[in-house]
């Protein structure tokens, strides 16, 4: 069986050392790890299945060899190295935004549209976090009985804006708790968006800010969630809306999500069963002993957790249900690694179509 050289792009970052935990727990026939991050963290040492491997320095050389890079270390990243990464013959696995909407690049939820990676012309994108928990759990639903309406509000966890949003955070619990200080006077400086003008806290809070905001008042995040699903499903008819909500749970989204059916006289049983037999889902919904998924229970666990299923009182048509999942396992890290599965299970990870994303300079 062919090996692997697999790259992980930002390995020293909070999904990079994730993707490489995933990796030690794959399928994947892998002869090697290549670590790349930035200059300030080259030199340093990870561990992989036992061995410690050296994180190196990124450059546009560093993809020689490499069969398969998964990226994760920002748009601007991204944007420079992935084509550097094609040009030598990687095929990319792109954990970033910079290439989700691009017509030429697949997005993939693994579970939901693995056909999709048979079109990839060296470059795959992985969907946003919360987007990808929704796929899961509403693809097994659309093929059933079909889907014409998504609505969204979703209760992200603080991890999904990264390491230092997580210290704020807890800097902003001790001072309330332990200090006496209001809630109100906590000197935030990076929440809900480091870039954006005002900062708020989010210790005892709940900030309906993810990203900056774009066209018609919706957040970037909010207009990820819909364009990506209707990309990932292939449907542009779909009407897809969503509310992005940041709480104070360190890790673990939480989705709550009203959908929509085609089929007339579907009942919530029928959804139940549906769920219960798909893949990368666990069912947990029993209100008679309170059993529903909960971000806490979901922390460390690759599957997407699904309950309080139920009718609307008023669309016939219409359900209502609660999706959870670990925002940096299958919202990101196991994610990019599942692509890499699919890859070499359908024998196209050191394949790369004829034409690229990219001109030739």
């Known amino acids: 069986?062919?090996?692997?050289?697999?790259?992980?792009?930002?390995?020293?970052?909070a999904v990079?050392?994730?993707?490489?935990?995933?990796?030690?727990?794959?399928?994947l026939p892998i002869s090697r790890v290549k670590l790349l991050a930035s200059k300030r963290s080259a030199g340093k040492e990870l561990t992989f299945k036992g061995e410690k491997v050296a994180v190196e320095e990124l450059t546009a050389d560093s993809f020689l060899g490499v069969d398969m890079a998964l990226f994760s270390a920002g748009g601007g990243i991204s944007e420079r190295f992935?084509?550097?990464a094609v040009k030598h013959g990687t095929v990319v696995v792109d954990n970033t935004s910079y290439f989700?909407?691009?017509?030429?690049?697949?997005?993939?939820?693994?579970?939901?549209?693995?056909?999709?990676?048979?079109?990839?012309?060296?470059?795959?994108?992985?969907?946003?976090?919360?987007?990808?928990?929704?796929?899961?759990?509403l693809e097994p639903i659309r093929k059933a009985f079909g889907l014409t309406r998504i609505l969204v509000s979703t209760y992200q966890a603080i991890s999904g804006a990264g390491a230092r949003a997580i210290a704020e955070a807890k800097r902003e619990f001790m001072e309330i708790l332990n200090e006496g200080v209001s809630p109100k006077e906590v000197?935030?400086?990076?929440?809900?968006?480091?870039?954006?003008?005002?900062?708020?806290?989010?210790?005892?809070?709940?900030?309906?800010?993810?990203?900056?905001?774009?066209?018609?008042?919706?957040?970037?995040?909010e207009w990820k969630m819909i364009n990506e699903t209707k990309k990932i499903m292939e449907d542009d008819s779909l009407k897809v809306s969503a509310t992005c909500v940041r709480i104070p749970v360190l890790s673990g989204h939480s989705e709550a999500i009203y959908f929509e059916v085609e089929k007339s006289g579907v009942t919530p049983q029928e959804i139940r069963y549906c769920l219960k037999k798909a893949s990368g889902v666990i069912l947990e919904d029993d209100p008679k002993t309170q059993t529903y998924p909960q971000a806490v229970n979901s922390v460390g666990r690759k599957e997407t957790f699904v309950g309080r299923i139920r009718k609307d009182l008023d669309e016939e048509k219409g359900f209502h249900c609660w999706v959870v999942s670990d925002n940096l396992l299958k919202g990101a890290a196991l994610n990019s690694v599942q692509i890499a599965e699919s890859l070499h299970r359908l024998g196209i990870g050191k394949e790369r179509k004829k034409s690229n994303c990219f001109k030739e300079s």
């Open 1 to 13: 069986m062919s090996e692997y050289v697999i790259a992980v792009v930002g390995a020293t970052g």
């Open 16 to 27: 990079g050392t994730k993707m490489l935990k995933m990796l030690e727990e794959s399928i």
């Open 82 to 84: 992935v084509p550097e």
């Open 100 to 137: 989700r909407m691009d017509p030429n690049v697949p997005l993939v939820v693994p579970e939901v549209n693995e056909v999709a990676l048979m079109n990839h012309k060296g470059v795959v994108a992985c969907p946003n976090c919360s987007t990808i928990q929704m796929m899961v759990a």
């Open 187 to 221: 000197v935030a400086e990076i929440l809900p968006v480091t870039s954006d003008k005002r900062h708020f806290p989010i210790a005892f809070n709940a900030l309906p800010q993810i990203d900056v905001f774009a066209k018609e008042d919706y957040t970037y995040e």
